[in-house]
């Protein structure tokens, strides 16, 4: 696959903004716009500034202001039955005519880690079986309605009535890091999602996820590889790094296997994994303590940054390593100057490509 570019959108408080931006990248030529979902953030000056807002309810709004971009949401399998994912899925999927893609993960702790009565004792076998029964819905019938007994969900003679646009279904991209998730995305995904890696951590891990696809009967060209990668690209170089630096810094102490798998060993042992992070007064201090101590060298290595020349020989190592969809994170300070940097000189230069 030629290499096409998100645009992730985390204008958390801020519902119209969040429309807005979307809208705009959608006519600065970004093919995709990605949503995270959370419930409960920290809110804070180190990390998450304001609120969230409900990913179903924005893209919902989003979907009719916009006619050609796809719309990624990345949720979990946590807060919510897999039957509800699936009727939401495929309610907006109708809304959008064919564009919507469901992103799901296993979960993260910090955005719900205030319900006391969720149970998250097997998170990846809860994960396999929600996208069991999500698909199941999907292509169940009135004459052949869904049943299903897993340890956690039971459904008996389901039938999902509203279905999707998308046949056989809208892409189901999995969003997770260890050794199960990408023999899971080797095996069934339609696509992999990941918050940051890097070209090198990357290529290695693609072997593991096409060795399952070829067991599967699959290849990686079945396969749509996503990162999400943290960006700032301006006219002063200097001035994007330092932006981009500071965030990265504070976000790879919640990577502790990519750490290591960086060569960050002593790093990596002080660090968190970001699914068990719950933004803890410890934690947060740790978070913050380890930052001070991440190299420029790994900052550059997992980030976009830089002016627009720059930025294109990072994407292009991305592309070298099996990424299909560079999903670009504006931080929020420089969003509109960024994505314009991307408008001006970037999507161009990749959609000229063979």
Same mark, same amino acid.
């Given at each position: 696959m030629s %290499? &096409? !570019?998100g645009c992730q959108v985390v204008t958390y408080g801020n519902v119209n903004r969040t429309i807005k931006y979307s809208m705009l990248t959608e006519k600065c030529g970004f093919d995709v716009v990605s949503f995270p979902d959370h419930l409960f953030h920290p809110v804070h000056g180190r990390f998450l500034r304001e609120p969230a807002w409900d990913v179903f309810t924005i893209l919902g709004a989003i979907g009719v202001r916009t006619s050609r971009v796809r719309l990624l949401m990345t949720t979990d399998s946590v807060r919510r039955h897999p039957a509800v994912i699936a009727h939401e899925i495929a309610t907006l999927d109708q809304i959008t005519n064919g564009r919507i893609i469901l992103g799901i993960g296993a979960g993260e702790l910090f955005t719900f880690a205030p319900i006391k009565d969720i149970m998250w004792d097997k998170p990846f076998t809860r994960f396999k079986e929600a996208i069991s029964v999500i698909k199941g819905l999907w292509a169940s019938t009135r004459e052949d309605p869904f049943t299903f007994k897993g340890e956690y969900f039971k459904l008996e003679d389901a039938f !999902?009535? !509203? @279905?999707p646009i998308q046949k056989p279904h809208p892409p189901i991209y999995i969003a997770g890091y260890g050794p199960k998730m990408r023999r899971l995305v080797g095996k069934i995904g339609d696509g992999w999602v990941l918050w940051m890696s890097s070209p090198r951590v990357l290529k290695n891990e693609l072997k593991e996820v096409e060795e399952a696809a070829r067991k599967y009967g699959r290849s990686l060209d079945d396969i749509d590889v996503a990162v999400i990668v943290q960006t700032a690209v301006l006219e002063d170089s200097d001035e994007a790094w330092k932006i981009v630096s500071s965030r990265v810094r504070l976000s790879l102490p919640? &990577? /502790?296997e990519l750490l290591k798998a960086l060569g960050y060993e002593d790093l990596a042992k =002080? /660090? !968190?994994q970001t699914w068990e992070t719950g933004f803890t007064k410890e934690q947060v201090e740790r978070i913050a303590s380890l930052a001070e101590k991440i190299p420029m060298d790994v900052v550059k290595e997992v980030s976009v940054a830089g002016a627009a020349d720059e930025a294109? $020989?990072?994407? $292009?190592?991305f592309k070298d390593a099996g990424v299909n969809l560079l999903i670009a994170l504006p931080m929020v300070d420089k969003f509109e100057e960024t994505i314009k =940097?991307? &408008?001006? @000189? +970037? +999507? *161009?230069?990749? @959609?000229? %490509? *063979?």
């Open positions: %290499l &096409r !570019l !999902l009535g !509203l @279905k919640m &990577r /502790a =002080e /660090a !968190l294109i $020989e990072q994407i $292009e190592r =940097e991307y &408008r001006r @000189k +970037i +999507i *161009p230069y990749f @959609k000229s %490509l *063979p």
